[in-house]
């Protein structure tokens, strides 16, 4: 008989392709998951804000420790990375609709135009909404009814790919 070593040498190997090895679909990376993690954090702490906002004037000191929680974790997301678009819109509603410390129109308007811009439907959605609604003077209807259906196209397409 043969040493194992020698059979070793005949016996085919196992390929070591797999059928996900040429699969084009983007894995989620280290960073995304880190910035993910974030958001959901923020998120979070939004979510205590709006269950108890209700019952306290909106300035409340109590509120502020959540406030700076859910800004500076969809800060440390867009540090994590640059192109998630969630907590682009995140911020930008947490400057817009909160009294959060340090709260800036003109940053939550460009963050939430930049969001609609990379594609993030609810972004797309509260910007034509904004333009539509609160600019009176301004006729921005045409860019309005642009973000809106670029909004439902992308929802509908959504919905297609998952349901149907």
Known sequence: MLP??????FIPKPS?????QFS???????????AMEFIAKGWNALKEV???IDYCELNDRRLIPLLNTAKENFELALEADNTNTH???WLSRLHMKYHVPGANKAVAAALLVEAADMGDADAQYALGCHLRVEND???SDQQAFYYL????DQML???WVLYI
Not at 16 to 20: A, K, L, M, V, Y
Not at 149 to 152: L, P, S, Y
């Open 4 to 9: 194992r070593a020698l059979l070793a040498k």
């Open 16 to 20: 070591t392709f797999s059928r996900f």
């Open 24 to 34: 084009q679909q983007r894995g989620l990376h280290s960073r995304n998951k880190k």
């Open 50 to 52: 709006d269950r108890v």
């Open 87 to 89: 907590a682009r819109y």
């Open 137 to 139: 003077d301004v006729h």
């Open 149 to 152: 259906e670029k909004a439902v």
């Open 157 to 159: 397409f959504t919905f």
